[in-house]
């Protein structure tokens, strides 16, 4: 399964809202989770089964869709969100990510 | 809370193995895929694998032929041997621990990485 994710990057500013998407080559329900990744650090978990927003994760974070579109947003952007953003789908094998999204400061 | 300690060497030559360990700190093995995951620069993540802590095993075709990952169940920890290594195989290798409960499909945790170079 092909995961095409957009933007590959993006510049924006503290307080703006941003949208990531993915889109998946054929339909994989709701099997997909958003990872962001800071430099030098491992990817962390902030949302799986498409929508459910990770034990500590900030509320500003939210995912949406199902099948084969998938939105991640970040609703007011905060300093510590510039980061990579990676979507992973695991409803088949071999296991797939996203390209990534750069999210840089304006 | 548990968390994946990684190993291994870190420079290689064309054509030698790549072997990495990854040990399992404040958890069980039991109901879990174990998996391996890489990074080559400035390139998208790449899932190489996984193992069941019953020891069936899964990769990406695109690695088939020269990845095995094992499970030593009595030290709590797995491995990933990549034959025959070549430049396009210089990345950071992450191992991560896949979650098959429905409602809760996640990778976490992650090892720390490391980085491996395939050099002359």
């Known amino acids: 399964i092909q995961m095409t994710q957009s933007p590959s990057s993006l510049s924006a500013s503290v307080g703006d809202r941003v949208t990531i998407t993915c889109r998946a080559s054929q339909d994989i329900r709701d099997d997909i989770g958003w990872y962001q990744q800071k430099p030098g650090k491992a990817p962390e978990r902030l949302i799986y089964v498409a929508s459910s927003l990770q034990s500590g994760v900030p509320s500003r974070f939210s995912g949406s869709g199902s099948g084969t579109e998938f939105t991640l947003t970040i609703s007011s952007l905060q300093p510590e969100d510039f980061a990579t953003y990676y979507c992973?789908?695991?409803?088949?094998?071999?296991?797939?990510f996203g390209q990534g999204t750069k999210v840089e400061i304006k | 809370q548990v968390q994946l300690q990684q190993w291994g060497a870190g420079l290689l030559k064309p054509l030698e193995t790549l072997s990495l360990t990854c040990a399992v700190h404040g958890g069980s093995l039991s109901g879990y895929y174990w998996t391996w995951i890489r990074q080559p620069p400035g390139r998208r993540l790449e899932w190489i694998g996984e193992?069941?802590?019953?020891?069936?095993?899964n990769y990406n075709p695109s690695l088939k032929s020269r990845v095995t990952i094992s499970l030593d169940t009595s030290r709590e920890h797995f491995s990933l041997e990549l034959t025959s290594m070549t430049a396009a195989d210089t990345a950071v290798y992450y191992c991560?621990?896949?979650?098959?409960?429905?409602?809760?499909?996640?990778?976490?945790?992650w090892g720390q990485g490391t980085l491996v170079t395939v050099s002359s």
């Open positions: 193992i069941s802590h019953i020891g069936s095993t």
């Open positions: 992973l789908q695991h409803n088949s094998y071999p296991r797939t």
């Open positions: 991560a621990r896949f979650s098959p409960f429905v409602g809760y499909n996640w990778f976490d945790p």
